[in-house]
């Protein structure tokens, strides 16, 4: 099958890359020319662990593109994905400028039947006001699908190449058909493709992410709860976990979420309720909830130092919103770092992969590392804020060595309180006593 994918971010690079992994011509096609000529030449612009390889198969057999012509990349596609941003805006809401632009160019370009599909998170009611905008200008037969991706960063290759569920929204049996096809090598195991209407396929994303986002909230929730009440929350995890009802997934406290999707999508539900007059009272206080537990470790911080952290150096394990990815968008680690900075303290930080991007953001305000170790150097104290897997089972001999003062503010739970507290070590996680 021929497919163009418009959009060569996260979403777009990964779709358009798993969809020639089972045998389709794939074009990509994004209008920024310095990004189409590195992955041309097969210089890939994303982390994302397993990619690289299956992008570079693809690419060198041929069955995989880039251009920055729509005309081009459409002209014998069959399946026309759209990948685009949908930033939030000042009020919460997604802007939609980059997706009914490009529908409104489709409008003026094709010439005989497609599927247009939207695969980037858009709200409710979004795959009618594309078809509107290309009917604007075209006559012909086609058909808008809403095709909501799944993927989680860092997993993002065995999400979609092993997905749990492939959700379509489509209205007509040709592109129902299409969309099977297209779909079946994915699914060989039994795993279902959802067929529905196009809203429900538009809200069950926001839905799924939104619940995912309460989980979360809750557990930090309770986490302050066990802080207060002397209460551990990883045995009340386990034993609430321990429920196939709740399930174990996602209910590990920290220091809230982030990333390009938790945010965008609860704020965007949140808004999409708004404009139809119901108020989405769960929402707000998740939202609220995360919002405050980014900051959780700082009046810990504060308290131990006698509120006085002019003149401390701190070092941060960690930069990325989570693990396996370089994604700092609304990372805990950015606010860490903006709180400790506007009151006098300096900091050092390590992170595998998403250094150039938070330096790229705030540019020379803290010191970057070549090492975990290397950032100890002369601290007062160590952060951790994400839970990359090199972080769990560090060297506390060389710690101790490098550390000014042996403490530990640790926003992921990744030590054995216990165990670090007996090697001598002032040691504060989250929801733990």
């Known amino acids: 099958m021929k497919i163009a994918v418009v959009g060569t971010g996260y979403v777009g690079l990964v779709s358009g890359t798993c969809f020639a992994e089972t045998g389709n011509k794939v074009t990509c096609i994004d209008i920024d020319e310095k990004k189409v000529a590195k992955l041309s030449k097969g ?43 949908t930033p939030p805006g000042a009020d919460g809401s997604a802007d939609l400028k980059y997706v009914l632009g490009v529908a409104d160019h489709l409008g003026k370009i094709l010439t005989d039947y497609k599927v247009i599909v939207d695969k980037s998170t858009v709200p409710v009611g979004t795959a009618a006001k594309v078809h509107a905008a290309i009917a604007a200008n075209y006559k012909g037969e086609f058909d808008v699908v809403s095709n909501p991706e799944f993927l989680r960063e860092g997993v993002a290759v065995d999400d979609f190449m092993k997905p749990d569920r492939v959700v379509i929204g489509a209205s007509t049996e040709r592109a129902k058909k299409l969309m099977g096809e297209l779909y079946a090598p994915y699914v060989r195991q039994g795993n279902p493709v959802i067929f529905m209407d196009e809203k429900s ?21 309770v986490a302050q709860l066990c802080e207060r ?13 321990s429920d196939d009802r709740i399930g174990k997934r996602f209910l590990f406290p920290g220091i809230g979420y982030g990333g390009s999707c938790f945010p965008k999508d609860v704020q965007a539900l949140i808004m999409s309720s708004e404009e139809v007059g119901y108020d989405f009272q769960i929402l707000k206080a998740v939202e609220d909830v995360n919002e405050k537990q980014k900051l959780h470790l700082i009046p810990k911080i504060t308290k ?9 150096h701190f070092a941060i394990w960690g930069l990325a919103f989570k693990p396996n990815t370089d994604d700092i968008r609304e990372a805990p680690a950015l606010y860490l770092i903006k709180s400790l900075t506007e009151a006098g303290a300096t900091v ?26 290397e950032a100890l150097d002369n601290a007062d104290a160590l952060i951790i804020a994400t839970e990359w897997a090199e972080f769990r089972t560090p060297d ?25 507290r007996n090697a001598g070590y002032h040691y504060e996680s989250i929801g733990r006593p």
Not at 51 to 76: A, H, I, M, P, W
Not at 304 to 312: D, H, I, V, W
Not at 404 to 411: E, L, W
């Open 43 to 85: 210089e890939i612009t994303i982390y994302e662990p397993g990619l690289e390889k299956v992008f570079l198969r693809n690419l060198n057999e041929g069955r995989l593109k880039f251009t920055t012509s729509l005309e081009e990349g459409v002209k014998d596609a069959s399946i026309i994905f759209l990948a685009l941003p």
């Open 304 to 312: 131990y130092f006698e509120n006085n952290l002019a003149g401390k």
């Open 396 to 420: 506390f001999e060389i710690m101790e060595a490098k550390l000014k003062t042996k403490v530990i503010f640790d926003g992921r739970n990744l030590f054995d309180a216990t165990q670090i």
């Open 229 to 241: 009440l002397g209460a551990d929350v990883d045995m009340v995890r386990r034993g609430i976990g």
């Open 348 to 373: 050092t930080a390590f992170d595998p992969e998403a250094m150039p991007n938070v330096k790229g953001v705030i540019g020379d305000k803290i010191t970057y590392a070549t090492s975990q170790y």
């Open 201 to 221: 396929a538009e809200l069950t994303k926001y839905a799924a992410n939104s619940f995912l986002a309460t989980k979360i909230s809750f557990m930090n929730e």
